[in-house]
T-cell receptor, first 112, second 113 residues
Framework: GDSVTQMEGPVTLSEEAFLTINCTYT??????LFWYVQYPGEGLQLLLK?????DKGSNKGFEATYRKETTSFHLEKGSVQVSDSAVYFC???????????FGTGTRLQVFP | DAGVTQSPTHLIKTRGQQVTLRCSPK?????VSWYQQALGQGPQFIFQ???????QRGNFPDRFSGHQFPNYSSELNVNALLLGDSALYLC????????????FGQGTRLTVV
């Protein structure tokens, strides 16, 4: 069945460092891809999305590009802040369904 | 706009008991989905309700059931609780036809002892 694989965390960075969190997927057809973020004590928030190959989703300085050839949707940010510390989830929805399939999450810790 | 609200926020139950969790969707949203998030894991889809009917279901036993009311709010019921049912239960709402762009509540932390 469809699945999402994320790099294991925690990812520990200093403020203003470059961030990459890897995400690859397995799906039949052409899924939509998402990054959700979960701040401590809160529910998940949609960070960005891409619905077709080569689309780039972006929000709050974060970006991810839908790469069909490598089945990847890596999350990047050029300069992280302490306030970016959270758990990041890569997810997909298959065609004809809006059921979200999540990866296991990657914890990001940013230190001043 | 209050967003998605869930109640209660925390709950402790004994093995074998039954529990009901509640969710009010974001204003204007008619579709409600429930997810189970075990500690350190990603959320797992339980089921989705639209127009008061269960539209999709994940790989969860029949002990997990739900309901959606005419005002789009929803309940998740779990019978015969097991220790393994301890988790954060998340409710997500979305407008129909907008796949994946779900708004999540803060969740209900269920502990089964």
């Amino acid at each position: 069945g469809d699945s999402v694989t994320q790099m294991e965390g925690p990812v520990t960075l200093s403020e203003e460092a470059f961030l990459t969190i890897n995400c690859t997927y397995t799906a039949t057809g052409y899924p939509s891809l998402f990054w959700y973020v979960q701040y401590p004590g809160e529910g998940l928030q949609l960070l960005l999305k891409a619905t077709k190959a080569d689309d780039k989703g972006s929000n709050k300085g974060f970006e991810a590009t839908y790469r069909k050839e490598t089945t990847s949707f890596h999350l990047e940010k050029g300069s992280v802040q302490v306030s970016d510390s959270a758990v990041y989830f890569c997810a997909l929805t298959s065609r004809n369904t809006d059921k979200l399939i999540f990866g296991t999450g990657t914890r990001l810790q940013v230190f001043p | 706009d209050a967003g998605v609200t869930q109640s209660p926020t925390h709950l402790i139950k004994t093995r074998g008991q039954q529990v009901t969790l509640r969710c009010s969707p974001k204003s204007g949203h008619d579709t409600v989905s429930w997810y189970q998030q075990a500690l350190g894991q990603g959320p797992q889809f339980i089921f989705q309700y639209y127009e008061e009917e269960e539209r999709q279901r994940g790989n969860f036993p029949d002990r997990f059931s739900g309901h959606q009311f005419p005002n789009y709010s929803s309940e998740l019921n779990v019978n015969a609780l097991l220790l393994g049912d301890s988790a954060l239960y998340l409710c997500a709402s979305s407008p129909s036809g907008v796949g994946g762009e779900a708004f999540f509540g803060q969740g209900t932390r269920l502990t089964v002892v």
